[in-house]
């Protein structure tokens, strides 16, 4: 930076480039340009020298240029999308404080604010007497709750490993691959975690899952932890949680359930009873995906307090960083030191809209894929997968496969769609996640699919 700049002008002229991609109501959508071109167009190598403050903001408004825009109606292709503004001006604070969440002695009166959002969502998720921690996204989560599951198996496990013996764990054939790499990153083995079939609604198969754990102990085997997901990434199905409840509780497993996507919607009286959160022994939840908080914003909440203390033994050597008030030291009970305030920007935005203003946000989302359901429908060219339970709406031209459907949309019409496969095609995944979207955004896109296809295919 140029020394007759000042810090002042200098952050101007940031947020005037912010201002123009992210905060107007006609907000740019992203130039499309294939990364193999745009890597030999764009100027962003190393110098060894420092460049002057314009050149630097013209390297910074490119790349913004280039870059998709996650707030724009058009942006679905992640269970993420739009924002709340409070949220990510409680981002610019956590960044600009850039206190460190380890001890209190570090992040002083920011502590305070974790603890209250981490209370708040043990009691919106029915389990009052529990705990919780924040960390870095669904998949460390996830990773957490195998080795709380561990531990409760081979009590000890965190400080001496496994006791030789086999052991057995239980997900869905659509849940998320998080729960395949924590079967791997805790020493059990991938191969030693079974993928229960699911119906065609995309749940879990109950009885699949009963005879599979029956199989298994008579082999040898000891079954120690389900995952259940609540809110699949594809179909947004949410498994039978009480039924796989009562299978758990039988054979004393951990049973987790993987709310990352899902927990939002304990926001919605409606929906809250059917989730059956307070089954679990621990739940993990995305703030930042239905809620419209700055990327990341997870935490992991266990039923029961004292499962922390017995999977993070902070060692000896931490005393030079634990020395005081030890109960608010979230850092002994982390696989993180130095991390963030990332419940800062969702306690910002719970104070911007309260919890009956989220209830309604959560609605509309659902309102929005209900919505978008009925139109597909109405267009005797699509084929809808089934009719979405949560804000997931999955659907396919019979004339275009929906490969070529979501590349023309994104290369020529700046809208991101995302493709699965179902049983014996690849259909569109609409994710209603963003309530900036409306009916007629939703017209328009399923109208611009059908004069996609029907060009391509004629």
Not at 146 to 155: D, I, N, Q, T
Request: charged letters at 20%; one cysteine or more; aromatic letters at 8%.
């Amino acid at each position: 930076m140029d020394n007759h700049d000042t810090l002042e002008a200098f952050y101007r002229r940031i947020w005037e480039i912010l201002d123009r991609h992210y905060c107007r109501e006609a907000m740019p959508t992203e130039q499309f340009s294939p990364p193999d071109v745009l890597d030999r167009q764009m100027d962003i190598a190393i110098p060894a020298q420092g460049i002057d403050t314009d050149t630097l903001l013209e390297k910074l408004e490119t790349l913004l240029t280039y870059t998709p825009n996650t707030r724009q109606p058009g942006y679905m292709t992640t269970l993420f999308g739009g924002r709340v503004d409070a949220a990510y001006a409680g981002k610019l604070v956590t960044t600009m404080a850039n206190n460190a969440m380890h001890t209190y002695k570090a992040a002083g009166a920011q502590i305070l604010v974790e603890r209250e959002v981490l209370d708040f969502m043990l009691k919106v998720a029915d389990l009052p007497r529990g705990e919780g921690a924040m960390t870095p996204g669904g998949t460390a989560s996830n990773f957490i709750a195998m080795k709380l599951a561990r531990e409760h198996a081979v009590p000890g496990a965190e400080m001496h490993g496994w006791d030789g013996r086999r052991y057995r764990a239980y997900t869905s054939a659509a849940s998320h691959y998080a729960i395949e790499a924590a079967a791997g990153n805790i020493g059990l083995g991938e191969r030693n975690l079974v993928s229960v079939p699911v119906t065609t609604n995309g749940k879990m198969d109950v009885q699949a899952l009963a005879e599979r754990i029956h199989a298994d102990q008579q082999a040898g085997f000891i079954p120690f932890y389900i995952n259940a997901t609540v809110g699949t990434s594809v179909l947004g199905a949410i498994d039978p949680v009480a039924e796989i409840a009562s299978i758990a509780r039988r054979e004393n497993l951990w049973l987790h359930l993987d709310a990352a996507f899902g927990g939002s919607l304990l926001l919605s009286h409606r929906m809250r009873n059917r989730l059956g959160c307070a089954y679990g022994d621990s739940l993990s939840w995305d703030a930042h995906k239905m809620m419209g908080i700055p990327l990341t914003c997870s935490v992991i909440l266990i039923k029961e307090k004292g499962w922390l203390d017995k999977a993070f033994q902070a060692p000896a050597q931490g005393d030079y960083l634990f020395q005081t008030y030890p109960e608010y030291n979230p850092g002994r009970n982390s696989n993180q030191c130095a991390r963030t305030n990332d419940a800062l920007p969702l306690w910002m935005a719970l104070q911007n809209l309260g919890r009956d203003g989220y209830e309604a946000r959560t609605e509309r989302q659902l309102a929005l894929a209900r919505y978008a359901a009925k139109r597909i429908t109405d267009h005797t060219d699509m084929v809808l997968y089934t009719e979405p339970e949560t804000i997931n709406v999955c659907f396919r031209s019979r004339h275009l496969d929906s490969e070529t459907v979501c590349r023309i949309l994104d290369e020529t019409h700046g809208i991101k769609l995302s493709f699965a496969r179902l049983d014996h095609h690849t259909y569109l995944r609409l994710v209603c996640v963003n309530p900036d979207m409306d009916k007629a955004f939703i017209d328009n896109l399923t109208d611009k699919i059908h004069y996609i296809a029907t060009q391509e295919s004629s």
